[in-house]
Nanobody
Framework: QVQLVESGGGLVQPGGSLRLSCAAS????????MAWYRQAPGKEREWVAA???????NYADSVKGRFAISRDNAKNTLYLQMNSLKPEDTAVYFC???????????WGQGTQVTVSS
């Protein structure tokens, strides 16, 4: 298991930006994929973005062109840059790390993002 700690959430106005961070307790090179998910009140947790160990990225249609996933291997930290935020982006954002294609893996505790005027 790996420990994941998210940070960077907060309250932002529509159209604003935030950068989330996910600090991992060990090197990214041991992971098959790292990803961001989010869960809005009363809704199921949904996948937002992912980055494989080779650096390939993929995004949910709802965030494509607005969000960017990246990592700093030296700091064992995963990022999610969120631009042009909308009220519907309001959710708790979670970091996930898997060492294989099998669903599951390790989860962080989440960080709240609220987009409101």
């Amino acid at each position: 298991q790996v420990q994941l700690v998210e940070s960077g959430g907060g309250l932002v106005q529509p159209g604003g930006s935030l950068r989330l961070s996910c600090a991992a307790s060990r090197s990214f090179f041991s992971f098959y994929v790292m990803a961001w998910y989010r869960q809005a009140p009363g809704k199921e947790r949904e996948w937002v973005a992912a980055m494989t160990s080779s650096g390939s990225t993929n995004y949910a249609d709802s965030v494509k062109g607005r969000f960017a996933i990246s990592r700093d291997n030296a700091k064992n930290t995963l990022y999610l840059q969120m631009n042009s935020l909308k009220p519907e982006d309001t959710a708790v954002y979670f970091c996930n790390a898997r060492t294989s294609p099998v669903p599951g893996g390790s989860w962080g505790q989440g960080t709240q993002v609220t987009v409101s005027s």
